[in-house]
């Protein structure tokens, strides 16, 4: 099939250690090419946009896609018009995003959490139930709930922030890491030194989860992200979850993995992007 059909766009997913980027069959979902590079948070929000804009040229640089719309899915709060309003880790407040690709095509933000719900709700594990909480956890953790394929946003698009504190303090892979005093996520689940801390790490994202549950009572609970599709981080998790929600007398919510994987928030951002 040409890609010069209308079906295709591109998505991508700006996180807090990498940007992935896709072309998609948007009505089939179907990745066609995935770049990865950097995101180097650290060099400033224009330097994260460079590296965006080089990824989108390298994708576009396929036949047939010299039109193609751009979704981007942001690891930040995104407000209903489109527009970064958070910077606690890629900070594009006040920039001209859109207007920055300069290539004539349609550019969309919007929150990766937001994104990569819209995905598993048309393509993946929410797309057999009216109703599901999707929660990403990664290098932070943020959640939306979706009723008929849509995310709830919110009044300011701000709900997506999960527990009061935030339990990306304490159960992200930026704060296992910092808990740990090891360099990431991936070092603390390696070294057997830094398990007390996962464990009680899982056991506060569990009952916040619960908390989510008694509060919203969805039909299931997705959860995507580098650490939320570690089984054993988000079965231990889910044991904490079932068992501060039956201990408060309420019926345990299914947990299931994101089908989509790794590339849910870029597919949905491609979805955005087409029918924004």
């Known amino acids: 099939m040409p890609l010069g059909d209308g079906r295709f766009s591109i998505g991508i997913d700006v996180g807090g250690t990498k940007i992935l980027g896709a072309v998609v ?3 089939t979902g179907r990745v066609i090419e995935v770049q990865r590079i950097e995101t180097a948070a650290h060099l400033g929000g ?5 590296r965006c804009m080089m990824l989108a040229r390298r994708l576009r640089a396929r036949p047939g896609l010299d039109d193609a ?4 899915a942001l690891c930040e709060v995104v407000d209903p018009a489109g527009a970064p309003i958070s910077a606690a880790t ?8 859109c207007g920055a690709f300069r290539e004539g095509v349609p550019v969309v933000i919007e929150s990766d959490v937001r994104a990569a719900a819209i995905a598993e709700a048309r393509f993946g594990a929410g797309a057999d139930v009216e109703q ?10 943020a959640h939306t709930l979706v009723i008929g394929g849509v995310p709830h946003r919110g009044h300011r698009g701000a709900a997506i922030l999960l527990g009061a504190p935030p339990v990306e303090r304490v159960s992200s892979g930026t704060a296992i890491a910092s808990r740990s005093g090891l360099p990431n996520a991936e070092a603390a689940f390696s070294d057997d030194a830094a398990a007390p801390v996962i464990a009680d790490a899982a056991r506060r ?14 039909e299931r609970i997705v959860v995507g992200g580098g650490l939320g599709l570690r089984t054993d981080y988000r079965e231990a998790a889910t044991t904490a979850m079932i068992k501060a929600v039956t201990d408060a007398g309420g019926q345990p919510v299914e947990v299931l993995p994101a089908r989509l994987g790794p590339a849910s928030a870029a ?10």
Not at 46 to 50: E, F, I, T, Y
Not at 69 to 72: A, C, T
Not at 90 to 97: H, N, P, S
Not at 132 to 141: D, L, N
């Open 25 to 27: 069959d948007t009505a």
């Open 46 to 50: 224009a330097a994260v946009l460079d």
């Open 69 to 72: 719309p751009i979704g981007i």
């Open 90 to 97: 890629v900070d594009w407040i006040g920039l001209d995003v």
């Open 132 to 141: 599901f909480v999707y929660v990403t956890v990664g290098t932070g953790i």
């Open 205 to 218: 994202l569990g009952t916040a989860l619960a908390w989510l549950s008694l509060a919203v009572d969805p």
């Open 267 to 276: 597919i949905g951002a491609a979805i955005v992007a087409t029918t924004a």
